[in-house]
Each structure stands twice: as structure tokens, then as C-alpha cells.
């Protein structure tokens, strides 16, 4: 079961510009995590907010986080190359089975 | 080793034949996940194992799929039989026991059945 899904499926901007991704997630949570994929590799754990929390930053990253709309969204400010990859929300069913949506594909032009 | 390890990174096999998957997990971490990822897709629960029990299978897709953690450490996932469909990537990742915090994922092992 796919317990987030991400919106867009695929995102394509310039070098510089910010991209924003959304998540939208079913059941009560007691976090959202983000993960980033490059191509052909595993996942890598990027933030983590906590069900009362409303933002959180780590360096380009802002993560917001809207329970009364089982909303997320996630901003990568002055987009590099770099940052071309698959990003995923997730949420644990539980406390056994992390779910993951399905993903946005984010191309940065150069 | 500092991270999650997964051998063999690809896999190539025929139809019908039996496959196995393997995963060292992080030291310490005594939560391991196994994971199916196909092309274009989120990955895909397959199971979870807490210590070296099984604490959640209800992803494995059928029985032609079992995974085993004997000693509390290394995981194999096994797949018999294996079909067309099975191809794809099978992503291993652990955390500290009873958090609901990150995973740490390995690299995976892409499989191809022919």
C-alpha cells in the first residue's frame, strides 16, 4: 500500500530556481520523513518532522507539514545539478512498516 | 562496516530458477526491512525483522518469497521459482530497534529474470 503521494510525478527547472514537492498521506502519522534516490542507488534520509512540528529547515531544504490537511512539502532552494533525483515522502504504518509514495523525479537544467 | 551492504549489487537469471539476495545491515541495528522497487515506482514493504524474528511479512507477495535473519545480523531474502515479474530492484535498509525514526538503505540488488 502506498500511504504517500507526491505531487508532481516529474519536475523539470533551471539551475538556481527553488523546487517544491508535495505530499499528501492518509492516517495519523507521528512523523514524515523525506528520502532522495539518485539514479541507480539507494535511498538517503534527508529530514524528518515530527507531528507537532510545523516547518523544519536543514541547509537548502524546508520541510512544512499541514496534519489538519495530511499535507507535506518540500522545498530545495537555488537548485545545483546536484540535486537531480527521485524525491520521497514516507510514513510509518505502524511502528513496523515505513510506506513510501511513489515519487518525484527532479531534473535540474543547467 | 559503516553501512548497509547488499550482494550481489545485479542478478541475472532465468525463469523458474531460485535467487538469493543478502543484507548486512548496519552494527548495532537490530530492525531490518527488505524492499522491492520497480522502475518509475516508491519502494514496496516487503518485510520486517526484528531481531531474528519476523515481526511483519504482510508484504511478501507469496510463498515463492521467504527471507531468514538466523543470527540477528546478516538477512537472506529468497526467492523461488522466480517469474518475469519479479524483476526489480530489492532495496535492504536497518535502524536502531523500536524507532520510528530513519532508515539507512543499502545500495540494493537489482534482479533480472530472462
Known amino acids: 500500500s502506498q500511504q504517500g503521494e507526491e505531487d508532481p510525478q516529474a519536475l523539470s527547472i533551471q539551475e538556481g530556481e527553488n523546487a517544491t514537492m508535495n505530499c499528501s498521506y492518509k492516517?495519523?502519522?507521528?512523523?514524515l520523513q523525506w528520502y532522495r534516490q539518485n539514479s541507480g542507488r539507494g535511498l538517503v534520509h534527508l529530514i524528518l518532522i515530527r507531528s507537532n512540528e510545523r516547518e523544519k529547515h536543514s541547509g537548502r531544504l524546508r520541510v512544512t507539514l499541514d496534519t489538519s490537511k495530511k499535507s507535506s512539502s518540500l522545498l530545495i532552494t537555488a537548485s545545483r545539478a546536484a540535486d537531480t533525483a527521485s524525491y520521497f515522502c514516507a510514513t510509518w504504518e505502524g511502528a513496523q512498516k515505513l510506506v513510501f509514495g511513489q515519487g518525484t523525479r527532479l531534473t535540474i537544467n543547467p | 562496516g559503516a553501512g548497509v551492504s547488499q550482494t550481489p549489487s545485479n542478478k541475472v537469471t532465468e525463469k523458474g530458477k531460485y535467487v538469493e539476495l543478502r543484507c548486512d545491515p548496519i552494527?548495532?541495528?537490530?530492525?531490518l526491512y527488505w524492499y522491492r522497487q520497480s522502475l518509475g515506482q516508491g519502494p514496496e514493504f516487503l518485510i520486517y525483522?526484528?531481531?531474528?524474528?519476523?515481526?511483519?511479512d504482510s508484504g511478501l507477495p507469496n510463498d515463492r518469497f521467504f527471507a531468514v535473519r538466523p543470527e540477528g545480523s546478516v538477512s537472506t531474502l529468497k526467492i523461488q521459482r522466480t517469474e518475469r515479474g519479479d524483476s526489480a530492484v530489492y532495496l535492504c535498509a536497518s535502524s536502531l530497534i523500536g524507532s520510528t525514526g530513519e532508515l539507512f538503505f543499502g545500495e540494493g540488488s537489482r534482479l533480472t529474470v530472462l
Open positions: 525483522f526484528q531481531g531474528t524474528g519476523a515481526a511483519d
Open positions: 552494527s548495532g541495528h537490530t530492525a
Open positions: 492516517t495519523s502519522i507521528n512523523n
